[in-house]
């Protein structure tokens, strides 16, 4: 499975983005989709999941009401809707795919390039 991350670049406190995930390969329904981050000098932290076939989603605290994640099952895509954007949330995103999901980095089996989002104040 390869997955293509896009739609980062630099934004204004408050702006919005919207970043867009592509899979490819031997992509399977069962599969977890997530977007990650990682700031400078910090661990790679986890985002937000949604399940591929029910669309089931889960959200970090600190996103819940200003990111939303959603899937194009014909495109094969994932996206994440970013709102609201805090200098805080400056960081490389990244997309995942795994059979188990959630919020853990071990549960995903394939990772995107990441794409860079920076918010300035």
């Known amino acids: 499975v390869q997955l293509q991350a896009s739609g980062g670049g630099l934004v204004q406190a408050g702006g919005s983005l919207r970043l867009s995930c592509a899979a490819s390969?031997?992509?399977?329904?069962?599969?977890?989709m997530g977007w990650f981050r990682q700031a400078p000098g910090k661990e790679r932290e986890f985002v937000a999941a949604?399940?591929?076939?029910?669309?089931?989603?889960y959200y970090e605290d600190s996103v819940k009401g200003r990111f939303t994640i959603s899937r194009d099952n014909a495109k094969v895509a994932v996206y994440l809707q970013m709102n609201r954007l805090k200098p805080e949330d400056t960081a490389v995103y990244y997309c995942?795919?795994?059979?188990?999901?959630?919020?853990?980095?071990?549960?995903?089996?394939?990772w995107g390039q990441g794409t860079q989002v920076t918010v300035s104040s």
């Open positions: 995942a795919a795994g059979s188990s999901g959630g919020s853990m980095r071990s549960n995903y089996d394939y």
């Open positions: 390969g031997r992509f399977s329904s069962t599969y977890r």
């Open positions: 949604i399940s591929w076939s029910a669309g089931i989603t």
